[in-house]
């Protein structure tokens, strides 16, 4: 039973940082063509598109909107862990 929890952890934990750092380093990368001459306007366009999606999700600041996100996936994630381990617990024990 102790590494059902374990794997139960791991994707929770998992679920929740990929989309964080997902859309952590596509913040980051267009905030920084944001400072390319050329292609400025795609960088800030993006960016600005972005902080407001996130800001609907986070009731008005971008940072709440980033856990929500990261806090949902890792909450579908263990569903479907959990989901997993009933529906192939009978092949473990035999």
């Known amino acids: 039973m102790t590494k059902h929890i374990r794997s139960l952890a791991m994707t929770a934990l998992f679920s929740f940082a990929l989309p964080v750092v997902l859309v952590s380093s596509l913040l980051t990368g267009l905030w920084l063509i944001s400072f390319m001459p050329l292609i400025s306007f795609f960088g800030q366009c993006g960016t600005s598109l972005l902080l407001q999606f996130l800001i609907v999700f986070?009731?008005?600041s971008a940072i709440p909107g980033l856990?929500?996100?990261g806090a949902t996936c890792s909450l579908v994630g263990g569903v479907f862990d959990l989901f997993n381990f009933y529906l192939y617990q009978d092949v473990h024990h035999s």
């Open 67 to 69: 856990l929500i996100i």
């Open 58 to 60: 986070g009731d008005g």
